[in-house]
């Protein structure tokens, strides 16, 4: 599979060792650099998304996979906790991180049906489709900062308990002006559909733009606050993605992430902790 | 043994890289699309019977614009023009339809042949202008008089607006009446007659698009049954399904799946079984399917492993990562059939391709380019060297051109001859054998 001899850059180690674990200790410290520049090689590849047209999605799933597979072995050895705690901060799991990663990569689909707002990024390509619930709506509407993933859309609640601490959240959001990234992640859904509901990733370029609440900017938004939104969320993803100054939020972001995943479905305690994290830092911002 | 008839040679532009190549029903045309959303159609000569050993070449018939650029403002994405895919419609009159689609839409179009001209009108002139009516005093039945042969291509219906993801196969059902056409996570069955909607009949789109881990590489109808179509997986897996069944075929009636080798499992083990291709046969007992480094034959009636299976480019399997890397392990072959389903075919790198035949085992390499042959003259057989000492006119594994890469060949339905789709050249070869 792996071409051998590869140079190493291992020594032959400190103590003594016999000739046959030499061997086997080479190989195997070869098989596992090569299965590390796979992993970064795939990666790489993941994240280098077209911008104009859509990426190629049976490429992108089956990247994707080769990087599961990697990391499930290196899960097993042991070397992949070492690779997560280089980079982000302990408590979060490793296939959170390589999730959040593929923000970065832009691919967006949007789904047949008529959705105000929706964005497909999976590896490449995942669906996020914002829409809020209808207490979230009521919330925002009072507020003319459209935070516009909350806007006026009826959607399907999940989970009681995240809606709980989500509503908290957008609360906390509306009095403050928040900075980009540092913010909650918040799974919305869509509701102008009429199918079953799909709970994915927020976008948090739209967040870094909609929430600057006190400023110049609020003049604008009363301006166009009845706009329809949809194109707005899209100009804003496109420009929250593409400036550079971004990377600071998504760096955080990557560390906050309780990945996308539907926390109505697959919630799980990282999900909760992170919620719980997401409150301690926006008491911090707001209690400031 | 094979020799070169023609070939056209396109501009190298990268617009007109071919992206597809099907031939017609009886073999008389043949349809090429290319990555700048162009149709051209070649139309077999007719046999002279003054020369009763030639045999007829292919000239260009019809040449069309089938796609134009698109962007989509909602979600500020290009949509490409190439042509994926061409599939001809049985003849029924004296016009040809086909399909031509790209990545998110399909037309019908309708290629048909004017050679008469109505003459002698009443009311206006040869040159089309109104006669002053006071002129006119008497009636004239206007007659036919032949003219140049036009050929004019005028799109009939435009299927659009029912897929999210890209087309990668259309296929015209038995019944004539209705076609699929699948993308990457759906497959949607339409009646030719109505283009405002389709049923969708296959979803393996997950509610999570993060649980997506197989996606839809390839759909086909069952030549003889209307009710049967298969598709093919990312996962090497084929299923077999009956709209009979249920509304959604979400279930198949067969799984078709070889278990892996575990001692040849790698990090690559999935890619490469991941399936370009499958095609049924023309009797509609076999189906075949191209993964990334063989062809495989199934019969219908057993789903645990094929029935037969040809090692197309075995010596890429120890250069995998590499390929990987560059992309090409990700590139899609097709293959196909004879008319008798004797024999397969299959492309691959450095203009090679190569055919199989089923009865006698035997396999040939041959290479698609003008550099090493010259019109009517025979192909030779090219090899290529896995290891050790390289002979002569062979050329080894490290030499080969990965940008040279033939995806797309076709078979006439009845004789022996062949179209080869080399980048943006169109090769069409023919048997000699009287």
Known sequence: MFSKGTKRKFSDGDEEISDESLVGARVASSYSLQRQSLLDMSLIKLQLCHMLVEPNLCRSVLIANTVRQIQEEMTHDGSWHMVTEAFCGPGQSPSERLVATEVLCRSREQDAEPKLFSVISYEGCREEEVVADETLCSVSVSDTVSNVCLAGRVGQCWEKSELSGVERDEEALEDSRLDSGEDEEIDTEDGASTESPKTTGQVFGTFEIKNGSPGPDSALEELFSDVDTSYYDLDTMLTGMQSAPKMGPYDLLDSLAPSHSSPSIVSTPTCRSDLNELDHIMEIIVGS | ?434
């Not at chain 2, 897929?163 to 259309?170: L, Q």
């Open chain 2, 1 to 434: 043994m094979l020799s070169q008839v023609n070939l056209d040679v396109k501009g190298v532009v990268d617009s007109d890289i071919i992206s597809t190549v099907e031939f017609n029903c009886s073999g008389e045309l043949l349809a090429t699309g290319d990555k700048g959303g162009r149709v051209v159609i070649f139309q077999r000569e007719q046999e002279s019977k003054n020369r009763l050993l030639s045999r007829g070449e292919y000239n260009v018939y019809s040449t069309f614009q089938s796609h134009e650029p698109e962007f989509d403002y909602l979600k500020s994405l290009e949509i490409e023009e190439k042509i994926n895919k061409i599939r001809w419609l049985p003849q029924q009159n004296a016009a040809h339809f086909l399909l031509s689609a790209n990545d998110k839409t399909i037309k019908l179009w309708k290629i048909s042949e004017r050679d008469k001209r109505a003459e002698g009108y009443n009311l206006k002139d040869e040159d089309g202008r109104l006669r002053d009516q006071f002129r006119i005093t008497t009636l004239r039945v206007p007659v036919l008089m032949p003219m140049d042969l036009m050929v004019e291509a005028s799109p009939r219906r435009i299927f659009a607006n029912a897929h999210t993801y890209h087309i990668n196969s259309i296929s015209v059902n038995s019944d004539y009446e209705t076609y699929l056409s699948a993308d990457d996570l759906r497959i949607n069955l339409w009646h030719l007659e109505i283009t405002d909607r389709s049923f969708n009949i296959v979803d393996i789109k997950p509610a999570n698009m993060e649980e997506l881990t197989e996606v839809i590489t390839a759909a086909e109808c069952h030549p003889h049954q209307c009710n049967v179509f298969v598709y093919s997986s990312s996962k090497g897996t084929i299923r077999l399904c009956d709209t009979r069944a249920a509304a959604l075929c979400d279930r198949h009636s067969k799984f078709f799946e070889e278990p892996e080798d575990p001692s040849s499992r790698s990090f690559f083990s999935e890619i490469i079984s991941s399936i370009s291709d499958v095609k049924f046969s023309h009797s509609g007992r076999y189906m075949m399917t191209r993964d990334y480094l063989s062809v495989k034959v199934w019969d219908l009636n057993m789903e645990n492993r094929p029935v037969e299976t040809y090692q197309v480019h075995e010596y890429l399997r120890s250069k995998l990562c590499s390929l990987y890397e560059n992309d090409c392990i990700f590139d899609k072959f097709e293959c196909c059939w004879n008319g008798s389903d004797s024999a397969i075919m299959t492309g691959s790198y450095n203009n090679f391709f190569r055919m199989f035949d089923r009865n006698t085992r035997r396999d040939i390499t041959l290479e698609a380019s003008r550099e090493n042959s010259k019109p009517r003259a025979m192909l030779k057989p090219r090899k290529v060297c896995t290891g050790g000492k390289r002979k002569k006119d062979e050329i080894s594994v490290d030499s080969l051109d990965f940008n040279k890469k033939i995806l797309h060949t076709a078979w006439h339905p009845k004789e022996n001859v062949i179209a080869v789709a080399a980048t943006n050249n169109l090769y069409i070869f023919q048997d000699k054998i009287n």
